[in-house]
Nanobody, 120 residues
């Protein structure tokens, strides 16, 4: 069994910063692409940012220049540094990863989500 656990959400004022963390655990052989998605009320889940196992990144246009995704392969973890937050960044943020388990089965996995609220 493999799973993802997120942390770091919360309430922040516009212009503020938050850092989200996500760690994979369980019977993991390796981890491919890791990423962050978000879903605001009444909207579809959308990609925020993702990073491949060799460090290539891509971002949604709406967060470019404000958010930075990074990963620590030794810890099977991915992070999202969010700066200059705006009210429209308010959403539940979900960690996602393509996890290869020890049976060499690829298991696309989602975390449980963490709430980010940007409000004064």
């Amino acid at each position: 069994q493999v799973q993802l656990a997120e942390s770091g959400g919360g309430l922040v004022q516009p212009g503020g910063s938050l850092r989200l963390s996500c760690a994979a655990s369980g019977s993991i052989f390796s981890v491919d692409t890791m990423g962050w998605y978000r879903q605001a009320p009444g909207k579809e889940r959308e990609l925020v940012a993702r990073v491949t196992s060799n460090g290539n990144t891509n971002y949604a246009d709406s967060v470019k220049g404000r958010f930075t995704i990074s990963r620590d392969n030794a810890k099977n973890s991915v992070y999202l540094q969010m700066n200059s937050l705006k009210p429209e960044d308010t959403a539940i943020y979900y960690c996602n990863a393509d996890l290869w388990d020890r049976s060499y089965i690829l298991r696309p996995t989602w975390g449980q989500g963490t709430q980010v609220t940007v409000s004064s």
